[in-house]
């Protein structure tokens, strides 16, 4: 049993079996093509030689298929976490160098292991400082500035940056170098593109053909689209004119070998390598989610970070870049009938084919073609809408998806991201900080209190009831204090204050100090202090303390034993003999 | 009423009157005696000459008379701010030099801007985020840190440091060159100073004193020692014995002069001058308000601001250092009888006297008198009992105060300080990231419904009601999806699932997705999901989202509505016709 928990494939290999094989292995065909350029062009995304996206997409998945806890997800290089490795590295060596790609591969390795410590001491949790908000926005600002640096691509110049301003500033300045050939490509490819993506399906349901087979020849759109572009720029020499390709890919699988240690490279690369994996693993896990959701299944966030640890120690020892679960080739893999993760390594099995057989056909494959591809597929990453949507729900949730928005395209992913983690947990302090409250009464007839301001409501003039709907911490302790100071200035004729506790999970020594200090100062005016309806575990707590010998009055199990106790003038005077 | 507002002395000066001005003058004429020694120490201890301690006393007052809100705080230098100087400034220039005065007069303007525009911004509340538990380990590692930095001074010795391992390394290091007299001094005054902290004054009382002449009497013990340990180094030639003493302390009142400015040195001093803006108002504002409450007085914290902030601009153009209120110099105050601000301009008055005609006097005061001084003052401010209190009430309070206190001794007041703050903030998210929740039954006979764990109560096999005892944002959405889904598979009878939301303050975007998500999944498997009791300003946000059209249920007033329209099976069918 235990075993099974490292090794979730033990579970689904007992009783795999030959219909669930063939599902596999025609979902893994799929995958398999459909892999093949994508992983060569967010390889050119991330700075790398075309061959290291081929690497990253072999071993890793076979170490996935071992560890992983998804049934469907399919992992390999992402646009998102290629361009987090090109800054990451970027900052370190030149593109070209031996460093560089020396760099990349310890990146992959560094993720990998802190990918895995999250999984050992289940840390998972930390993706939930993610929110929503700031998630959408950095994926939205991510895919604006992979297309704005694909364009050269499909201008055929030079150009670099990190962020969208150096990316436009530098493609500006170059455009006088535009190389007519792979414009010609580049916008067709795009055009070809969106226009399978958008109008093929129905255009071929319309013209009588199954939904199924209709589907296939749509996702089959890309792979025709690289036949085709490879055998006009071979057809036509275009590589003389200007048009940059793949060019040769050595053939043959990469060697294994440990990345090479260098202590000052690995610290440096530290904090992005942190990012790298959270990022990763919020983007894997929640497409994973959504799968098994499907099928209802389940899978276990902390197994998946071994997983993908594994993933990506294992892309690092095969001379591959960091990996994760990717959106678009597990929604084909899910699609295509894939059953197990078997699937995952009969599409590594492929691409392992690939790389030893078809390689040389890549030769004249246009970089034009490839940056199409990501064009394309980040743009759909893009939701513009989101921020509509979000301003309407939350002025806060807005401005952390604006500012992450913005801060990534700005200043670049490693600033956006961080920045927009730190602004919601601000936001959320500081909304915490002033807490809601309200003065409630009986609703009548009922043992129900709500807010006077709201509700038709029985109110008693020498009782008070608050209801703070917050837990009490350091960040609103004094604010309370200020709160019941000045209620019980504006109402002379109260006798007794009823603090009432259903919003208070937590009190903690800090709002210890600040309740000792309202009792005693309500005690010193006359007012004697209550609690109702305090949940268990803050009770539980309370009683550790000194403060309940010290309060004033009663802690009441409801607000209504409350309210039925110190409204009668015969039982006030019991509670006030309590006081004394 | 406006300019009022800015300037709080016109609320008092309209009624002041003789009896007030008495008052007034017998207090400042006992702060006066009090603070010449406390502040030539405290500049000592921040490591500048020791008029600019007095410099630092006397338009500082007369600034927080006009601007301050409290009748009785008594600002000038403390220990404290004073320590927190000598390391900020300390990473700058050498002590001794120009460079490092300059240094300190620019640390205090930039605070008094720091101060004032939190005041006119009115971020009083970002000193909430400094917990009491955080406060009292910076405080206590403070403490021990001054006096350890002190002792170099009792023992004759040269020594440096900002931790207490580099104080105490370089003192041990110097022990060889020990000063006889200066020990035999030192340890006099201190042993003096202890004793008429703890006996002195019920000595007094038995030998037939009034409790008022005994308490004047120990409150003049350090003068006496001033006086008696001036005299003896006169006396007896001790400073060519090595005794250090004050020495030449220029005569007359400081010019008027703004700081000079040097970007380079305001940047570096810049997140060093926020720090001790914010711990100096901790401080200050904490004895403001407790010695406000105890007279009924109000003091306002955002005046409090501006008042600080112009005290400490009146410094630094007077040649002063950082300065804010104190806590013993403003008990002194209060109990000898302060009424109004005015006491602080009569104490400055006195000072500013005294800085005219006395510096002569001070020739021969040893330095290990001030050092004495300093230790018996901050010794009280270590309390280590605290450590012990807050094990008892919190774990992860305690974690914060210990981490602060160790973090604060060993790697100095900046990063004891910052570290501190982080740490009460993540263990607040993790805490409420996994919050806790109860399964909820009727009280019987009751509206009341609590957890079926901890009291007696009746549950409906067809009806779960989970109450979830935090507000849901980012850190606890996925968890919460993951909760439900466990208790509806552990719940296989289970038709309708009750969201109770007394506790919940806030549903933010990804909590919302998050509900979208349960709501949805539970639809399929055939679950009915309501919510009951939720806050009207969470009910006012749903309503501008379109979960409430999605939700397969219904949203409940209270919770006893529910129980009684889902449990009966007539209502059920009502409730399902609703679903469809």
Known sequence: MKLQRILPMLEWARVYDKPTFTSDLVAAAIVTIMLIPQSLAYALLAGLPAEVGLYASILPLVAYTLFGSSRTLAVGPVAVVSLMTAAAVGNLALQGTAEYLAAAIALAFLSGVILILMGIFRLGMLANFLSHPVISGFITASGIIIAASQLKHLLGVNASGHNLYQILFSLSSQLDNLNWPTLIIGISATGFLFWTRKQLKPLLIRSGLSRRTADILTKAGPVFMVVATTLVTWGGDLQNSGVKVVGSIPQGLPGLSLPSFNPEVWEQLLVSALL??????????????????????????????IGLGSANIASSISGGFPVTGGFSRSVVNFDA?????????????????????????????????????????????????????????????FSAMLATLLLTLAEGVEIGIVAGVGLSILLYLYRTSKPHSAI???????????????????????????????????????????????????????????????AVNLIDASALESLEAINQRLQDSGVCLHLSEVKGPVMDQLQRSQFLVALSGQVFLSQFDAWNQLRQPTTQTQVTAIVD
């Open 440 to 502: 409630v009464g009986r609703v009548p007839g009922t043992e129900h209190f709500r807010n006077i301001d709201r509700h038709e409501v029985e109110t008693d003039a020498s009782l008070l009831t608050l209801r703070v709907d917050e837990s009490l911490y350091f960040a609103n302790a004094r604010y309370l204090e200020d709160l019941v100071y000045d209620l019980v200035a504006r109402n002379p004729r109260v006798k007794h204050l009823i603090l009432m506790c259903p």
């Open 337 to 397: 009938g894939a059953a197990t993760p078997a699937a995952g390594a009969f599409t590594a099995l492929g691409i392992a084919i690939a790389t030893l057989l078809l390689t040389p056909l890549l030769f004249f494959l246009p970089q034009a073609t490839l940056a199409a591809t990501i064009i394309v597929a980040v743009l759909s990453l893009v939701d513009l809408a989101a921020l509509k949507r979000t301003w309407q729900y939350s002025r806060s949730d």
């Open 276 to 305: 790298i994996s959270v990022v990763g693993f919020v983007e894997s896990v929640s497409v994973a989610q959504t799968l098994a959701a499907k099928r209802r299944q389940r899978i276990s966030p902390d197994q998946e970070l």
